[in-house]
C-alpha cells in the first residue's frame, strides 16, 4: 500500500528513485575496492547526467514528432486547448532545459576525458576515429540544441500564446517549429551513432 501511494505521486517516485540510485551507488562502493574522487569518478558522474538528461531531451523529441504532432489533425477543436495550453508548454519546458544540460555535461565529460578539443575539431591534426566520431555527434547535438532554443521555441512561443502574434504569424510559426523538429528528428540518429560508435568501436 505504501509503494501505491508512491507510485501515485511523481516527485515522490522521482524521489525514490534518486535514493535507490544512491544505495546502489553506495553498494557498489562498499562492496568493492571503492572510487577515488578523481578526474575519472566525476567523468562517470557527468556521464551518468549527461545520460539522463539525454533520454529525456531525445525522448520527448521523439514524442513529439511520433505521437503529439500527427495526432493533432485527429483531435477535435473543442480538445485541442488540452494539448496546447496544459501539454505543450509543459512538454516544451522539459524538452529544452533537458537540451541544455545534455549539452553542458557532455562538453564537461570530453574536457576531464582530454578530447574536448580534438573532437571539436573534428580529430584534425590530432588523428582521425574516435576523434572524429565523437566530434560529429557533438557539433550534431549542438546544432540541435541551437534549433531547439532559437528556432523551435521562439516559434511554439507564438503558437502557444505566450506571447503575442497576429493571425497571420500562427500558422507560419507551427510550420517552422515543426519543419525544424523534423531536422532534429533526422539528425538524432546519425547523433547517437557516432556518440555510442566512438564508445565502442575505437
Known sequence: ???????????????????????????LYLGGDGFVLDRYFFSWLFRYFHVLSGVMWIGLLWYLNFVQIPSMAKISDEQKPAITKVIAPAVLFWFRWAAVVTILTGLIVAYLN???????????????GKNTAI???????????????????PNQKKVLGIIDCNAEEKPLAARKAMITSRVNTLLS??????????????
Open 114 to 128: 582530454g578530447y574536448l578539443h580534438q573532437s571539436m575539431t573534428l580529430g584534425i591534426g590530432s588523428g582521425y
Open 1 to 27: 500500500m505504501y509503494m501505491f501511494s508512491i507510485l501515485q505521486s511523481l516527485p515522490k517516485t522521482i524521489h525514490t528513485s534518486a535514493i535507490l540510485a544512491i544505495l546502489l551507488f553506495l553498494g
Open 135 to 153: 566530434g560529429i555527434g557533438m557539433w550534431l547535438g549542438i546544432i540541435m540544441a541551437y534549433n531547439v532554443w532559437f528556432i523551435i521555441w
Open 189 to 202: 540518429l546519425p547523433m547517437l551513432l557516432t556518440m555510442v560508435a566512438a564508445q565502442n568501436l575505437y
